[in-house]
C-alpha cells in the first residue's frame, strides 16, 4: 500500500504518511505497535487474517505469545469505542484470526511538492507556548516518518533557507520524511531569556515534546547535530514511546577532556574558544573548525556571521557553551533503547571521529557510518553521503514497544508529614509515578532537576513539621512493569538514601550530569560502589537550592 494513501473508515481517518489515526480534528493516541497493527488490518478489509500472517507481518523472526496479539487488539478495540461481542471494526473468528468489517474508502494522495528554493520567511513558521515560552517552529514534507531536527549551538529557522547549501540538505531530507524544524528557547525566532534562564537538557526536551504535540507527531526520529545530539540522546532514552529512531551526526558524549575520553578539548581550550565568543562574536568565529572547505569563501565567512548573530546574542552564545561544556552523557548512552545511527567524518575538525565512534560502542546495536570529509557542518562538504546513510536507515525503522526508560527515581524516608501532602507536591513536579512505602516514599520524574526541586521541597516540609528525612536519587533505566518502575535505577537509588545522613539531599553523578545549567549547587561527598551495578559519585545538594533555578519547567 502506498504511503500517500489514508484510509476512511467510521468516524476515522487513518493517515499512513505520518502514522496518525483521527477522529475529525482530533488525533487518537495510539501505542506504535498497535497502529501498526490497525495499518496491517485496515488495509486488507473484509479479509480473514490469521495470527501467525499477523506475527510475521509486525513481529518478523521475534516469539510473540498469543496473550500479547489479544493485548494489543484490546487495545485497539478501546481506541475505536469498538466490542467484541458486537463488533463494527474488528471481528474475532474463533481459533482463526481476525477481520477488519468495517468499509475502508482508500483515499489516495498526490505526492507533496516541496519549494525549489525557499527564501527566507517562504515556510510558515509558527509558535507553541512550551512552559511560559513561545517555541518557533516549522513542519516540510510529508514522507512516512516524521523526523525532528535538533541543530547544535545556535539557530535561525528562516535564515537556515538562505544558504544554498543549507537549504538543499533539508530539502532532500524532507523528501523521505516530514522534517520538523525548531529553535530552542532564548535562540532564533523562539523567545529569548535571561541567560541563567537558558535551557538545559530537561527544558530542550519539553520544548521538542511540545513542538511534536503541536504538529500532531505522536513519536518521531530524532535527528540531533553537533551538541543537538546529546540532548537527543537522552530524549530517546527517557521518551521512548515518542523515539521512532535516534540520528546522531557529528556529536559527542561530553565536551571536556577525561582520562577515559581523551578526544575532547581540555579545559584550557574551552577558556579559549569562549574568550573568542567574547570578543569575536559578530564576526565568523569557529568557521575553521566547523567548516574548514569554506572557511576562504568570503559568502559564505558573511553567511555564517550574520547566522550566530541572528542564532544568539554574545552573552547568550557564551552562556550556551559553558553549558555544553558542564553536559556528560556517558551513562545515558547504554540506556538508549531504539534503533540508532552514528554518522562521523573522519576528519571532523571540531569533533573527533573518536567521539562518534565512542557513541556507537556505547549505544546497543547503534549503527556506525564513518564517512570521509573534514567538515563538522553536515550541509557543508558531501552532504549526500550523509543523506544516503539516514535515508537508508530510516526506511529500515520498525515501531517497538519500549519496556524500558530512562528516569530519576527518588528514594525517601521521612517521618512527620502526612502522604496527602506529599501527593499535592508530587502533581506539581509531575511525578511520573510514585508509590509509598513503609517508611517514606518512592517516585520516578522524567527531569532530573524537577526530581532535585521535588526532594528538596519535601526536605524543606519535614523540617517545618519538626521531622527528619533521607533523600537518594539516581538517573538510570528502569523497567516499566503493571504501571510501576523497577530495576536497577530503583535499588541504586535505595543505596544513595542508605548513604544520606538527616536532612540531606544525596544524588549520584549521573543526576549532576544531566542537570547542568539548572543552578543547583551540589557538593561531591565520596563514592557509592555496588558490585553488580557499579560505582558513583555521590554529590550533597545544599539546601539553598530553590523552585525558582528551574523555572520554565
Known sequence: MSRNTDLLFGPFRLDTASSQLR???????????????????????????????????????????????SVQIGDLRKALGDSARHPEFIETRHRRGYRFIAPVTK?????????????????????????????????????PIDVVLVMGWVSHLEYFWTEPRFARFLRRLASFCRLILFDKRGTGLSDRVPVEKLPTIEQRMSDVRAVMNAAGSTSAAICGISEGGCMSAVFAATYPEQTKALIMIGSYARRLWATDYPWAPTTAER???????????????????????????????????????????????????????????????????????????????????????????RIPYARFVELAGDDHLPFVGDQDAILDAVESFLAEVQSTEPAHVLATVLDASFTSVPRSAVEGQLDSF??????????????????PARAVQFACALREQVQRAGGTCRIGLH???????????????????????????????????????????????????????????????????????RLSTVAGL
Open 23 to 69: 477522529r475529525g480534528d482530533e488525533v487518537v493516541t495510539l501505542a506504535p505497535k498497535t497502529l501498526d497493527l490497525l495499518m496491517y488490518l485496515a488495509s486488507r478489509s473484509g479479509e480473514l487474517v490469521t495470527r501467525d500472517q499477523i506475527f510475521e507481518a509486525l513481529w518478523p523472526g521475534a516469539y510473540v505469545d498469543d496473550h500479547a496479539l
Open 107 to 143: 483515499l489516495e494522495l498526490s505526492a507533496p511538492t516541496l519549494p525549489e528554493a525557499p527564501e527566507a520567511g517562504l515556510l510558515e513558521t509558527r509558535y507553541v507556548l512550551s512552559g511560559d515560552v513561545n517555541i518557533a517552529y516549522q513542519v516540510i514534507g510529508s514522507g
Open 271 to 361: 577558556d579559549a574558544f569562549m574568550q573568542q565568543i567574547r570578543e569575536r562574536w559578530g564576526t565568523a568565529v569557529g568557521i575553521e573548525e566547523r567548516a574548514p572547505t569554506l572557511a576562504g569563501d568570503e559568502p559564505f565567512r558573511r553567511w555564517w556571521a550574520t547566522y550566530l548573530r541572528m542564532g544568539a546574542s554574545p552573552g547568550a552564545a557564551l552562556a550556551l557553551t559553558k553549558m555544553n561544556t558542564e553536559v556528560d552523557i556517558r551513562d545515558v548512552l547504554p540506556l538508549v533503547g531504539v534503533p540508532s545511527l552514528v554518522v562521523h567524518r573522519t576528519g571532523d575538525r571540531c569533533l573527533k571521529v573518536e567521539e562518534g565512534r565512542y557513541l556507537a560502542s
Open 430 to 447: 509531575r511525578a511520573s509515578w510514585s508509590e509509598h512505602t513503609r517508611d517514606g516514599l518512592l517516585a520516578a520524574f522524567d527531569g
Open 475 to 545: 538517573t538510570g533505566q528502569c523497567l516499566r512493569a503493571n504501571g510501576a518502575f523497577r530495576g536497577a535505577a530503583v535499588l541504586i537509588a535505595e543505596a544513595i538514601r542508605g548513604r544520606a545522613a538527616d536532612g540531606e539531599v544525596l544524588v549520584s553523578g549521573t543526576v549532576r550530569d544531566l542537570t547542568a545549567g539548572s543552578n543547583i549547587v551540589m557538593t561531591p561527598c565520596g563514592r557509592l560502589e555496588m558490585d553488580a551495578s557499579g560505582e558513583w559519585q555521590l554529590l550533597s545538594v545544599r539546601p539553598a537550592t
